[in-house]
């Protein structure tokens, strides 16, 4: 897999993130010795090379304060993916502040990579090193800062926030739900306040990832993994620096994604097994049933529509279903969502299924890279989870 040029417009210090960025998202999908992530370790130490030379020293110390970047002082402009991007991979590993200097080689980064993309605290070495930026204590008490949220540092309040949600909303959110089959619009209403409370809630948690654990119970696996699929799209989007109306109407698009499974015969949804001839098409038939229910409710967001109908869509533009008269590829929400869908739905005990492992999950993404799901948003989700593939990649999807 290749990633894309660098720019050459860029400075070299912004050349320097583009290529921590990559590495980080590659290590994620491979291994320590993968030849792809060397190509990518090269980068960055040609980067750290010339970054130095760039500004005439011996090494480079990039800061992170509140939503910003420093390097040597000097804020970086931050409205570019790649330095959300690098601060958000920061600050989920709670490093604030991070040192790189001439000599570093090709070891010393891959160990510095490896708990950037899968999980734990990465650790200063001889060339690398990593801290905090000390604070006022008047300034720590005044509450969590731009920085907290999923994979922030751990703030008083965020398990509180979840539980708070789970106890108090459910029962309204699964009325909603259900309500579309008679009262369309006040259903999507009520629903759109469902997900500004998860988006409430995801900004205030103390943990990396939340899929609602409580709800998990839940007798309805429809809406349960509704909420599921939203809550992890909208860490997925939070992670690219996405905000307040956007993130909520991925956040709305993913909530209502299998909307259509509202229209499919429990006998077809929920039977054990593999389905077979009709059972299959009626199945197959949900996203585009979805697509065509939102589309007769007024104040319906188009994003809605589309994901609804292209969830199941291929990355590489390939048929899979449902099939476009113009072949495409599905939309950026549409893609989140869908990995977000496969990941919930093996992790979680379904009807017809028992739940799968994390790991297993994961390994599932990773074999469909380039085909189903796209290489840098797996390689992200894969970050985000802080899980390690392990396992055959043959779980089907429905």
């Not at 309040?157 to 579309?180: K, P, W």
Request: glycine share 10%.
């Amino acid at each position: 897999m290749s990633e894309p040029a660098i720019p050459s417009a860029l400075s070299a210090v912004d050349r320097l993130v583009v290529s921590l960025v990559a590495g980080i998202n590659m290590r994620a999908l491979y291994g320590s010795e993968h030849p792809a992530l060397a190509s990518h370790v090269d980068r960055i130490l040609e980067g750290v090379s010339a970054a130095c030379q760039e500004r005439q020293r011996d090494s480079l110390t990039f800061l992170v304060v509140g939503q910003d970047l420093v390097v040597e002082t000097q804020p970086l402009r931050t409205g570019s993916l790649y330095h959300q991007q690098f601060i958000r991979a920061l600050t989920r590993r709670s490093v604030e502040r991070l040192t790189v200097a001439r000599g570093l080689d090709a070891e010393e980064c891959v160990r510095f990579l490896t708990p950037m993309a899968l999980g734990g605290v990465p650790v200063s070495t001889r060339y690398i090193t990593v801290g905090r930026v000390e604070l006022q204590p008047s300034a720590i008490e005044e509450g969590p800062g731009p920085g907290t949220g999923a994979g922030g540092g751990a703030g008083p309040g965020g398990d509180s926030a979840i539980e708070s949600l789970t106890a108090q909303g459910v029962d309204g959110a699964r009325d909603a739900f259900t309500e579309f089959r008679t009262d369309r619009r006040g259903g999507l209403v009520r629903l759109e306040q469902v997900v500004w409370s998860l988006m409430d809630a995801l900004q205030r948690a103390t943990r990396e990832i939340l899929p609602l654990a409580p709800l998990k119970t839940h007798d309805d696996y429809t809406f349960v993994h509704s909420v599921n699929v939203s809550l992890l799209t909208l860490a997925q989007a939070r992670s690219f620096g996405i905000e307040g109306a956007r993130l909520h109407a991925i956040g709305l698009a993913a909530f209502l994604h299998d909307i259509g499974k509202l229209k499919i015969p429990l006998e077809v949804l929920n039977k054990p097994g593999k389905l077979e001839g009709d059972e299959w098409r009626i199945m197959m038939g949900h996203a585009q049933e979805g697509a065509t229910h939102l589309c007769g409710i007024e104040g319906s967001h188009p994003l809605a529509i589309l994901v609804a109908y292209e969830h199941h869509m291929r990355h590489d533009g390939q048929p899979n279903y449902p099939v476009p008269r113009i072949g495409r590829r599905p939309t950026l929400a549409s893609q989140m969502t869908s990995i977000s869908d496969v990941y919930d739905a093996i992790c979680t005990t379904r009807p017809y299924a028992k739940a799968r492992s994390r790991e297993f999950a994961v390994s599932v993404l990773t074999g469909r890279v380039g085909t189903f799901h796209s290489p840098a948003l797996v390689a992200n989700f894969v970050r985000m989870v802080g899980v390690a593939p392990t396992g055959p990649p043959d779980e089907p999807a429905r």
